[in-house]
């Protein structure tokens, strides 16, 4: 995607790395041009980006991603843009590493001016994914998250209960979207129509975008 030309009238992109990354000559390529143009890049970790394949097809160690990074400095600017190494990795299940790689990402959303398209209005306990559009229905498909513990055996898995959520959809967002989620709770939703089948807690809402909807999870079955 980034080879060709994904990241065109984009301010950031973030890659949420969790150990070593590896991608193509041709895309670091496209990364320096997008970044000396006025991007933002925000990684995390020492492995990110550090491997690349050419055409030849042979793996070659790059601690400075073609010159996106200066080992040792959180910031580098290049060109018009600039580069932001978070120096740890994001480590799944540990609180520290999400957390600053959280206030990383808002901070630089908030520097650069810029608005989510969608997102869960004033909180961080649920998460919205934006999924991208459905190839046969054409709608745009959305992930929501609201686990909050997953457990391996007969525990299995505690979601949000007794709360509502607003999920506003904005520009440049149009068109029909189907947000996806799991929960065993009774679930009501104001400005969108939901499904919920309670033995397989799958819900469906759909939704026309733009839009708010707001999510009221009950008590769980």
């Not at 990364?31 to 020492?46: A, E, I, P, S």
């Not at 949000?160 to 607003?166: G, N, P, V």
């Not at 709770?185 to 469906?204: L, W």
Request: hydrophobic fraction near 40%; charged fraction near 25%; proline fraction near 5%.
């Amino acid at each position: 995607m980034i080879e060709d030309g994904a990241l065109e009238g984009r301010k950031l992109l973030i890659i949420p790395n969790t150990g070593v990354t590896i991608t193509s000559a041709r895309a670091i390529g496209a990364l320096k041009k997008w970044v000396r143009n006025g991007g933002t890049l925000l990684c995390f970790g020492d492995g990110c980006l550090a491997y690349t394949f050419g055409r030849d097809g042979f793996l070659r160690a790059d601690p400075t991603a073609g010159g996106l990074r200066k080992p040792g400095r959180r910031e580098t600017a290049v060109g018009l843009g600039k580069t932001v190494w978070i120096p740890e990795p994001i480590r799944p299940h540990d609180a520290e590493t999400a957390g600053a790689a959280l206030t990383a990402m808002v901070g630089l959303r908030d520097e650069l001016g810029l608005t989510p398209a969608a997102q869960v209005v004033g909180t961080e306990e649920i998460n919205l994914i934006d999924c991208g559009p459905d190839a046969f229905s054409g709608k745009r498909i959305f992930a929501l998250d609201c686990m909050t513990q997953m457990f391996c055996g007969e525990r299995g898995a505690f979601f949000s209960y007794d709360k509502s959520y607003t999920l506003r959809f904005g520009a440049p967002l149009d068109g029909e979207a189907e947000i996806l989620g799991l929960n065993d709770a009774e679930i009501r939703c104001e400005g969108a129509e939901v499904r919920h089948d309670r033995e397989s807690m799958i819900f469906v809402i759909e939704a026309k975008m733009p839009c708010e909807v707001k999510v009221t999870f009950g008590k769980p079955a």
